[in-house]
């Protein structure tokens, strides 16, 4: 058996940004790898997770998930291989899905790693469409829109991890329209002609959202899946149908603004069209999980359900390529790769 690391890299939030966050935010520092307690173990990182909600955490506010600890390793979901145990639940050589990310190693109780299998999907979709995006998109659209067959939907961020699935999840499950927005013309053309989208439109394009929207859904929307807010969502309440359903799940637009937005100029409408508006967190819907992975996986092996992931290689290129996830640069799910 090799030797057991005795240091690791691991990012540290050193700033709280304002605004846009920049590389002095943060730091990259050697640290000693904890000794592997009873009931741990010791995991070498193979691949960890870039995600939009992870802003929020670098605000020293409450909220639903803590902020993240100046000068303390960051974390977020990971996977890896089991290279020391000291639990009789997982061995070494089991692959696990866990949440100390941003590190090249994380000793934790077993309790708090689940074993996957490789055989199912490669080991990097259980941080996006057999993980926690994928659990939002299926939970988001079924359980908190209340989809129903036969349903025009429309989904904003539709190119990105959770955006991509909800739209195909909505087509597999009958719906009547599906429609989308990105932020480039790459990535309107994936959207049709990959994940069989009924419709998408460029939203960085002169035309304004609301109406794109209306020329892309001339009968109306009874599903808005939010993952942008602002103009999007305004654009949304107007193409609702009566009786039509919000699920919001993340403002990606405001996530980085200094001054307040705006509401949706229309939200009275809210009141005659009956909408009915719930925000969306995956921690809710644990009692899916089983259910969404043999449903989902299925659809993967099937070829019916496509997804795309965004690979930036190197612990050292962890913050840039969550710099670039904000921006946009990601197609389906980003994630730090710390293989060659």
């Known amino acids: 058996m090799s030797a057991l690391p005795v240091t690791g890299r691991e990012w540290h939030l050193i700033a709280r940004p304002h605004g846009w966050p920049t590389p002095d935010d943060f730091a990259l520092r050697e640290a000693a790898v904890p000794e592997v307690g009873e009931g741990q173990i010791l995991v070498r990182n193979q691949h960890f997770s870039v995600d939009p909600y ?34 009789e639940s997982i061995a070494v050589g089991d692959h696990v899905l866990h949440g100390l990310g941003w590190r090249e190693y994380a000793v934790l109780d077993a309790t708090r790693a689940a074993k996957i299998d490789p055989s199912l ?7 996006g469409v057999l993980g926690m995006p994928g659990l939002t998109a299926y939970a988001g659209l079924l359980e908190v829109a209340s989809f129903k067959e036969g349903d025009a939907v429309f989904v904003s961020g539709a190119a990105g991890a959770v955006g991509s699935e909800v739209g195909q999840i909505a087509r597999l499950k009958g719906a009547s329209r599906v429609i989308g927005s990105a932020g480039s013309d790459e990535k309107v053309k994936l959207l049709v002609e990959e994940y069989g989208f009924d419709a998408a439109f ?23 899946f939010d993952n942008v807010g602002g103009d999007h969502l305004e654009a949304a309440i107007s193409a609702l149908n009566v009786h039509g359903r919000i699920a919001v799940c993340g403002m990606i637009s405001m996530y980085n603004a200094t001054e307040p937005s705006p509401a949706p100029r229309n939200l009275a409408m809210v009141i005659g069209k009956r909408l009915r508006m719930q925000g969306l967190l995956v921690s809710d819907h644990a009692d899916l999980q089983s259910k969404f992975v043999e449903e989902v996986s299925a659809w993967i092996r099937s070829g019916e359900l496509k997804y795309r992931e965004t690979k930036v290689t190197g612990v050292e290129n962890g913050v840039e390529a969550f710099l670039g996830m ?11 790769s710390l293989e060659g």
């Open 54 to 87: 992870m802003r929020g955490r670098m605000n020293d506010v409450k909220s639903y998930v803590p902020p993240f600890r100046l000068d303390q390793p960051m974390d977020g979901g990971a996977v890896g291989e089991v290279i020391a145990s000291r639990a």
């Open 326 to 336: 904000l921006r946009g640069e990601n197609t389906g799910k980003m994630i730090v």
């Open 121 to 127: 999907a490669p080991i990097t979709a259980y941080l």
């Open 202 to 224: 460029n939203y960085k394009h002169g035309d304004d959202v609301m109406g794109q929207l209306r020329a892309a859904a001339p009968e109306g929307i009874d599903v808005y």
